[in-house]
């Protein structure tokens, strides 16, 4: 039967279990929006008020489902705002399809409205190659049904990421022959999961056999290859202690004994103790970033040497780039953690070395308490404006265990890494490598659609709500009960305070919302901004009022935005640094004294 490109492209989406479409019209996708009127019933269409939200929407949806979405977006400037979306999929292994409407192939190399490139006719491609794990152009409306197969397989093998497809006008609308390929006949949704070699599995083992200061380091590869079960089946069998990378934080429960909580300069005081302090780390998905790892700086989170590392990754790019591995394994987490339980116990330690591990285990505690004993009394606190230990400790007690918490980019984003505990896999959602202001903005709508029985809400600093405010809009159209967290200080707070500390207190500038004339403070109403879009607000200012407004804001099962009033003078406590080269790092705050004198 002959179908129009668009037509094709529908067809596939359905055949492959795609339950929407997401992202914002115009002449570029007339064809596209034309075939899935077709098939309302089986695709839904969700139209936003900027192309941005959509790959933010897109990207949450697949972190918590493991499956991608759609995004469709026109020619020239408004696919032109999907690359925020993309690099925040691609640097943290997420997965969607992005289709960009382009000009038709008759006028490629014309210059008509909104081609890009001067350079090489109707070259979009080139604008997302960075952003995606492959790009595709079709000029032909039979090149479609390999492209999508192709496409597909891509995003879910191997390390996931979004795959971008674009699509000329006539190519949209052009006809052909060529059949639609069954997926079920491709396999694209049956991705490998290698394992590890038996002589790799043996070196792992006699590694661990051998070592006393043993400590796992989780990252989103655990998350991403599913292996939260396995994980921690292993840690308990052996009493190893687990710390995680920020971005892998849900990965844990953070309740668990064994639990440190997150590496690097907005981590734990006992997570960076425990991987410095380590002989041996394993370390399963994680791509040891700057953030992570106090910038790769030695004896601040990691001493490599003399410490050994294990290191699994699917992506073999990944091994031996930041640190040197005693043994690299390339393959899947959930595969190799579910060999070493059913191998690691015939390599039984010494006595001596599980003496030493309960030695460790003991040390690590003491390192907690110091910890919790330094942090949690601002859990407390009735401070005005309220102390940030005070928001997320209320908003913890009012999200259900298995809530969704999506954390958008500033300064709440470190504290949330921190201080935020998590008992359920795929809870708490982050744009990190990337780091894209919006993620969590718009991303709660996908959150709710991936999990729609389950409450999402979203923290977000004031200025990163200010550039997407419309999702409240989209959700008010759609009926999605997001709910947002406004963390109001006032301004880009993160970089306010790195301001201050390389270039001193008085070297301000761009970083604080004021009126410019008065020098005063300026605040959107952000409560009022959501009610006039159809949204609830609700605004607060004393830490007693904000327990009963979040657990308000989640009971209504409506689109709320709660405007929060944070002190914008109150810093997370840094258990390890971050460089900016060549500016000078920043000693840690807590515990580096005691490092100083060789008690790491």
Same mark, same amino acid.
């Given at each position: 039967?002959?179908?129009?490109?668009?037509?094709?492209?529908?067809?596939?989406?359905?055949?492959?279990?795609?339950?929407?479409?997401?992202?914002?019209?115009?002449?570029?996708?007339?064809?596209?929006?034309?075939?899935?009127?077709?098939?309302?019933?089986?695709?839904?269409?969700?139209?936003?008020?900027?192309?941005?939200?959509?790959?933010?929407?897109?990207?949450?949806?697949?972190?918590?489902?493991?499956?991608?979405?759609?995004?469709?977006?026109?020619?020239?400037?408004?696919?032109?705002?999907?690359?925020?979306?993309?690099?925040?999929?691609?640097?943290?292994?997420?997965?969607?399809?992005?289709?960009?409407?382009?000009?038709?192939?008759?006028?490629?190399?014309?210059?008509?409205?909104?081609?890009?490139?001067?350079?090489?006719?109707?070259?979009?491609?080139?604008?997302?190659?960075?952003?995606?794990?492959?790009?595709?152009?079709?000029?032909?409306?039979?090149?479609?049904?390999?492209?999508?197969?192709?496409?597909?397989?891509?995003?879910?093998?191997?390390?996931?990421?979004?795959?971008?497809?674009?699509?000329?006008?006539?190519?949209?609308?052009?006809?052909?022959?060529?059949?639609?390929?069954?997926?079920?006949?491709?396999?694209?949704?049956?991705?490998?999961?290698?394992?590890?070699?038996?002589?790799?599995?043996?070196?792992?083992?006699?590694?661990?056999?051998?070592?006393?200061?043993?400590?796992?380091?989780?990252?989103?590869?655990?998350?991403?290859?599913?292996?939260?079960?396995?994980?921690?089946?292993?840690?308990?069998?052996?009493?190893?202690?687990?710390?995680?990378?920020?971005?892998?934080?849900?990965?844990?429960?953070?309740?668990?004994?064994?639990?440190?909580?997150?590496?690097?300069?907005?981590?734990?005081?006992?997570?960076?103790?425990?991987?410095?302090?380590?002989?041996?780390?394993? $370390?399963? %998905?994680?791509?040891?970033?700057? !953030?992570?790892?106090?910038?790769? #700086?030695?004896?601040?989170?990691?001493? +490599? /040497? *003399?410490?050994?590392?294990?290191?699994?990754?699917?992506?073999?790019?990944?091994?031996?780039?930041?640190?040197?591995? $005693?043994? %690299?394994?390339?393959?899947?987490? !959930?595969?190799?953690?579910?060999? #070493?339980?059913?191998?690691?116990?015939? +390599? /039984? *330690?010494?006595?001596?070395?599980?003496?030493?591990?309960?030695?460790?285990?003991?040390?690590?505690?003491?390192?907690? $308490?110091?910890?919790?004993?330094?942090?949690?009394?601002?859990?407390?606190?009735?401070?005005?404006?309220?102390?940030?230990?005070?928001?997320?400790?209320?908003?913890?007690?009012?999200?259900?265990?298995?809530?969704?918490?999506?954390?958008?980019?500033?300064?709440?984003?470190?504290?949330?890494?921190?201080?935020?505990?998590?008992?359920?896999?795929?809870?708490?959602?982050?744009?990190?490598?990337?780091?894209?202001?919006?993620?969590?903005?718009?991303?709660?709508?996908?959150?709710?659609?991936?999990?729609?029985?389950?409450?999402?809400?979203?923290?977000?600093?004031?200025?990163?709500?200010?550039?997407?405010?419309?999702?409240?809009?989209?959700?008010?159209?759609?009926?999605?009960?997001?709910?947002?967290?406004?963390?109001?200080?006032?301004?880009?707070?993160?970089?306010?305070?790195?301001?201050?500390?390389?270039?001193?207190?008085?070297?301000?500038?761009?970083?604080?919302?004021?009126?410019?004339?008065?020098?005063?403070?300026?605040?959107?109403?952000?409560?009022?901004?959501?009610?006039?879009?159809?949204?609830?607000?609700?605004?607060?200012?004393?830490?007693?009022?904000?327990?009963?407004?979040?657990?308000?804001?989640?009971?209504?099962?409506?689109?709320?935005?709660?405007?929060?009033?944070?002190?914008?003078?109150?810093?997370?406590?840094?258990?390890?640094?971050?460089?900016?080269?060549?500016?000078?790092?920043?000693?840690?705050?807590?515990?580096?004294?005691?490092?100083?004198?060789?008690?790491?």
């Amino acid at each position: 039967m002959s179908l129009t490109g668009a037509q094709i492209i529908t067809e596939y989406l359905v055949r492959e279990n795609v339950p929407y479409a997401v992202g914002l019209c115009g002449h570029g996708d007339l064809g596209l929006l034309d075939a899935l009127v077709e098939r309302q019933d089986e695709i839904a269409t969700i139209s936003v008020h900027h192309e941005s939200l959509a790959g933010f929407i897109a990207d949450a949806y697949h972190r918590i489902t493991h499956q991608p979405l759609a995004t469709f977006t026109s020619c020239g400037p408004g696919s032109a705002n999907l690359p925020i979306a993309l690099g925040s999929a691609l640097m943290d292994d997420s997965a969607f399809l992005a289709i960009t409407g382009n000009v038709a192939t008759s006028q490629f190399n014309r210059g008509p409205f909104q081609e890009t490139g001067r350079h090489f006719q109707a070259d979009f491609p080139s604008v997302l190659r960075p952003y995606v794990k492959r790009g595709f152009q079709a000029t032909r409306a039979e090149q479609l049904p390999l492209m999508l197969r192709q496409a597909f397989a891509l995003m879910r093998g191997g390390r996931p990421g979004p795959v971008h497809l674009d699509v000329p006008l006539d190519v949209f609308v052009d006809r052909t022959d060529e059949p639609v390929p069954d997926p079920a006949d491709w396999g694209t949704g049956r991705p490998a999961a290698p394992g590890a070699g038996r002589a790799e599995l043996d070196a792992a083992c006699a590694l661990i056999r051998d070592s006393a200061r043993v400590v796992i380091v989780a990252g989103s590869g655990v998350e991403g290859s599913e292996a939260e079960a396995e994980l921690l089946a292993f840690a308990r069998e052996h009493g190893f202690p687990v710390a995680t990378s920020p971005l892998g934080k849900s990965g844990f429960p953070s309740s668990d004994p064994l639990a440190l909580g997150a590496t690097g300069r907005n981590g734990t005081y006992q997570a960076n103790h425990a991987a410095r302090n380590a002989e041996l780390v394993l $370390a399963f %998905g994680t791509r040891f970033d700057d !953030r992570a790892t106090s910038s790769w #700086l030695p004896g601040y989170t990691y001493s +490599f /040497p *003399p410490a050994k590392l294990v290191h699994v990754h699917v992506d073999a790019q990944e091994l031996g780039r930041n640190f040197p591995p $005693a043994l %690299g394994i390339c393959a899947s987490p !959930r595969e190799v953690l579910a060999q #070493l339980r059913e191998r690691l116990p015939d +390599f /039984p *330690p010494s006595g001596a070395v599980a003496g030493g591990r309960r030695r460790w285990l003991d040390e690590l505690g003491e390192a907690r $308490a110091k910890w919790v004993a330094h942090t949690e009394p601002h859990d407390h606190s009735d401070a005005t404006p309220i102390r940030p230990e005070r928001v997320l400790a209320e908003l913890r007690g009012a999200l259900p265990a298995d809530g969704i918490l999506l954390s958008d980019v500033g300064v709440h984003h470190n504290w949330i890494v921190q201080n935020w505990r998590t008992d359920a896999p795929r809870t708490v959602l982050q744009s990190w490598g990337f780091a894209s202001m919006g993620f969590g903005v718009g991303g709660v709508l996908g959150a709710h659609l991936a999990a729609p029985e389950r409450p999402a809400v979203a923290v977000v600093g004031d200025g990163g709500f200010l550039m997407f405010p419309s999702a409240v809009a989209t959700a008010v159209e759609y009926d999605i009960p997001a709910v947002w967290v406004v963390w109001n200080n006032g301004g880009y707070v993160s970089i306010r305070d790195q301001q201050k500390l390389y270039f001193g207190a008085d070297r301000q500038l761009a970083t604080s919302f004021e009126h410019v004339a008065s020098r005063t403070p300026y605040s959107a109403d952000f409560a009022a901004l959501a009610r006039s879009m159809g949204g609830e607000g609700l605004t607060v200012t004393e830490a007693s009022d904000l327990g009963p407004a979040l657990k308000t804001a989640i009971d209504l099962r409506r689109p709320v935005v709660v405007d929060v009033r944070v002190d914008d003078a109150a810093g997370p406590p840094a258990a390890a640094t971050w460089e900016l080269p060549p500016l000078p790092h920043p000693e840690p705050s807590f515990g580096w004294p005691q490092a100083q004198q060789g008690t790491r």
